[in-house]
Structure formats: structure tokens, C-alpha cells
């Protein structure tokens, strides 16, 4: 039920240069009356999701601090699969029909992964939602021990399904801590005293993130078709109602009166080679209606990290028209790389400064405004693109993130950490 995966090995101060010296003297410092302590990251996810890129580099980094830290998978075998995939999709703020057998599956899911998880450790983190239910498990067979548990997500648990929600309720008092990335995300009836607020972290040494050469990026994108010697507009998500691509081509367009040489490039990563995302892929094909100036990426084998990081890179102005719940990396990774972001209403307005690193726009006329005025002046373009890589780095790195992990794992064992 458990797979433990092998990150390759970390040094710190190689985040030196991104993150700055102070990060790495801080981190170092924090960590020291922690050295020896024994720490799982558990998620349901291996990779090409925020959250496995977020663990993969997290947990190599705190063993160079001197933590024994590991990372184990939790499996879904197939009998499980739709309850898992359903919840998540429930607490994502879409709606599903969660009856009785999805019930019943998602309980006895819970209960295999408590028979199987690893024991010995004292600190165990457990994220996203699909195996939340693990520490209450573990705590009904009696083998809980002295280990603490922590759950963590990065949804706007205020928009899960309230049929949902009733079922997890009960089993969250497990935890002694539960992190979201904004206390505002917390649902009305969690305990305030057990909430601990971790805006998101990003690994500015990661695969989406690392840095290119221009030649590399200009390779990348032309075998997409893709000129990079054009304004180029960039969404990147699921090709779904939830994150409203078919707004993104709406601006697109209307702008596109303003600024005819512009492109618009809509990626979803995640595709893959069956179901409902290559429905939406063909779906959407069928709306461009052959515009050669729109470019439609998706499938884990077409768009890999390095494409995206191309496009995200040789954007003028990044979209992101919606999301379902929560906080989106894809706003924080293209303000790292400087490019500004056109964001709609909600909470990704917390990951930008309005009028300085980006633009918050209500409808479909101010994000097409907005997206006309950004393709057509590249010197504002830059300008706040620059402010969102400064906001970045001082906000929203890994390091950063790190030290919110350090300080927490300090409270809940008693170290004097500072």
C-alpha cells in the first residue's frame, strides 16, 4: 500500500543563489535542535503534480539539515480508485454524488492504508486529501504510539462539498495541526487553535522552475509550433469548466483586435492518454476551429516539465481565468520567471500584487482589457514581471516553506527552535 520514494540527494546551500545566503544560514539554525528527528511525508500522488514536486524536493532538503525524513506514496488499488477520485473532486468545490458505496469504499480504503504505514516515526505529515482519513484510522487500531500527526492542503477547504466534509469532519480531530495555505481557507467549524497557515512554496530548482537558455526555450516551443518572436498569452490547467479556459480564448480574442500579431497557448499538463481529458482536448480543438495563432498542448508526453517551463518563460502575460479551490503554483511560477499574470476573482488574488505584479480582472471585458494592454506594451509587461519574481522570492520559495515545516515539527516536539 506504501511506496517509498528514492528523491535524489539535496544540498541547501545550492538555493543559495535563488533564495539568498540568509535563507540557508536561517534554515540551518532552525534545524539544529531538530537534527536526528524523525519525520514521514505521506501523499497520494508519486508525480507530475504541485504537491510530489513540492515533498520530492522537501524531503532531500530536510535530510542535509539532518532530519531523518522520508517519503512514501500511498497506493490505490483499483476498488478504491473512483472513492478517491471523487473525493478529491469534493474538495476541490466541484460536485459529486457521494453516497453510500463511495462511502463505504473511502472508509475501507482508510483502513487498509492504516494497516500498512510505516511506523517508528515521530512526526508524520500527511497531504492532500485522498488519505486523510489515515491518522483516525491508525488511531482506532490502537498503534498510533507517540507519533504526531499533521494533515495538509492546498484547497480552499470553505468550498468542499458539505456532503463531503461531513464525512471527513470527524476523522481531521486526529491531527494535531492541519496546514492550509491561507487561514482563510479553514472551514467555519475547524478548531482556529489547530490551524497553522503554510502559503504555498516553490522549488525554484525543480524541473518547472530551473532556469533555460533562451535557445533551449526558443527549441522547446517551435517543435510545439509555437514562434517565440510573437506575443505570446499563456493559460496553463485543466482544460475544464472549473478553470474556464473557454474564458481565457474569449479574452484572447477580443484582445487579439488590439494586438493581431498575438498568440494564445492553452496547456494542460496533466492530460492523459484516455478519459475525459483527451474529450476536453477535442473538445476545445473543435472551439479554436483551426486558428493557427492558438495552440492547444495536452498529454503528460507532449507537455513535460521543460515545455512548460519554455512557454511559461517566452509568455508576455500569463492567464489563469479560474481554479476550482485554493491556491495555484502556476501563478507563482510565472511570476518567477517574470512574466505578469492576469488572475480572476477569488483567492489567487492573495499570490500577487494588483497593479504591481499582476492584474485582477471580474469579467470577460477587464480580462480582455487588461490582456491588450499587457501584449501591447512589453516594457509594462517587464516591469511587472520583475516585481512578481521579487515577490517570489521573498514570499513564496521553498526555503521559506521549509522553515514554516521546521518551526512546526520544534512546537509539537518540544525543541527550542528559533
Same mark, same amino acid.
Given at each position: ?15 543559495a ?16 535542535? *531538530? ?8 501523499? #497520494?500522488? $508519486? #508525480? ?8 520530492? &524536493? ?5 535530510r ?6 522520508d517519503? =512514501?506514496?500511498a ?8 472513492a ?15 453516497? $453510500? ?8 480504503? %482508510?483502513?487498509e ?15 492532500? $486529501? ?14 498510533a504510539g ?11 477547504l470553505?468550498?468542499?462539498q458539505?456532503?463531503?466534509w ?9 491531527? @494535531?495541526?492541519i496546514?492550509?495555505?491561507?487561514r ?20 525554484? /530548482? ?7 537558455? +533562451? +535557445? ?14 510573437? $506575443?505570446?498569452? /499563456? ?13 481565457? *480564448? ?8 488590439f ?9 494542460e499538463?496533466?492530460? +492523459?492518454? %484516455?478519459g ?8 476545445? !480543438?473543435r ?15 507532449e507537455?513535460g516539465?521543460?515545455? /512548460?517551463?519554455a512557454?511559461q ?6 492567464l489563469?481565468?479560474?481554479?476550482? &479551490? ?24 492573495? *499570490? ?16 480582455? @482589457? ?9 516594457? !509594462? ?5 520583475a516585481?512578481?519574481h ?15 515545516? *521546521?518551526?512546526?515539527?520544534? =512546537?509539537?516536539?518540544?525543541? +527550542?527552535?528559533?
Open positions: 500500500m506504501f511506496t517509498l520514494m528514492r528523491s535524489p540527494a539535496r544540498r541547501l546551500e545550492s538555493y543563489a535563488p533564495a539568498g545566503a540568509g535563507a540557508v544560514a536561517r534554515l540551518r539554525a532552525l534545524a539544529a535542535p *531538530l537534527r536526528g528527528a524523525r519525520v514521514l511525508h505521506v501523499s #497520494f500522488s $508519486p #508525480f507530475l503534480t504541485a504537491m510530489a514536486e513540492l515533498i520530492g &524536493a522537501v524531503v532531500p532538503l530536510l542535509d539539515l539532518g532530519l531523518e525524513a517519503w =512514501q506514496v497506493s490505490c488499488p483499483e476498488p478504491y480508485m473512483h478517491a477520485h471523487e473525493l478529491y473532486r469534493g474538495f476541490s468545490g466541484r460536485r459529486v454524488r457521494w453516497g $453510500p458505496a463511495l462511502r463505504e469504499s473511502w472508509r475501507r480504503y %482508510g483502513e492504508l492504516a494497516a500498512a504505514v510505516p511506523s517508528g516515526y515521530d512526526v508524520v505529515v500527511v497531504h492532500e $486529501p485522498q488519505p486523510v482519513a489515515l491518522a483516525a484510522r491508525v488511531a482506532e487500531r490502537g498503534s507517540s507519533t504526531r500527526w499533521v494533515w495538509h492542503t492546498q484547497l480552499d470553505r468550498r468542499t458539505p456532503e463531503v461531513n464525512e471527513v469532519r470527524g476523522d481531521l480531530d486526529a491531527y @494535531a495541526a496546514l492550509l495555505s491561507s482563510a481557507f479553514a472551514a467555519p467549524d475547524l478548531p482556529a487553535a489547530r490551524v497553522v497557515e503554510m502559503p504555498p512554496g516553490l522549488d525554484p /530548482l525543480g524541473t518547472r522552475n530551473a532556469p533555460l537558455t +533562451s +535557445s533551449e526555450g526558443r527549441q522547446t516551443l517551435a517543435r510545439h509550433g509555437i514562434d517565440t518572436d510573437r $506575443p505570446l498569452a /499563456l493559460q496553463v490547467g485543466p482544460l475544464d469548466a472549473a478553470h474556464d479556459p473557454l474564458g481565457a *480564448l474569449r479574452a484572447f480574442r477580443e484582445a487579439k483586435r494586438c493581431p500579431e498575438a498568440q494564445l497557448v492553452l496547456i499538463p496533466l492530460g +492523459s492518454a %484516455g475525459d481529458a483527451w474529450a476536453r482536448f477535442e473538445q476545445m !480543438l472551439r479554436i476551429g483551426g486558428d493557427p495563432d492558438i495552440h492547444v498542448l495536452a498529454g503528460v508526453a507537455v516539465h521543460l515545455a /512548460l517551463n512557454a518563460r517566452a509568455a508576455r502575460v500569463v489563469q481565468r479560474a481554479v476550482p &479551490a485554493g491556491h495555484p503554483m502556476t501563478v507563482l511560477e510565472a511570476q518567477w520567471k517574470a512574466r505578469p499574470v492576469i488572475v480572476g476573482p477569488g483567492s489567487m488574488r492573495d *499570490l500577487i500584487v494588483p497593479g504591481e505584479t499582476g492584474v485582477v480582472a471580474d469579467d470577460d471585458s477587464q480580462f480582455a @482589457a487588461a490582456l491588450a494592454a499587457l501584449l501591447r506594451d512589453s516594457a !509594462l509587461a517587464d516591469r511587472m514581471g516585481a512578481g521579487t515577490l517570489v522570492r521573498e514570499r513564496f520559495l521553498i526555503t521559506r516553506w521549509i522553515a514554516d515545516e *521546521l518551526r512546526l515539527l520544534a =512546537q509539537l516536539l518540544g525543541a +527550542s527552535s528559533g
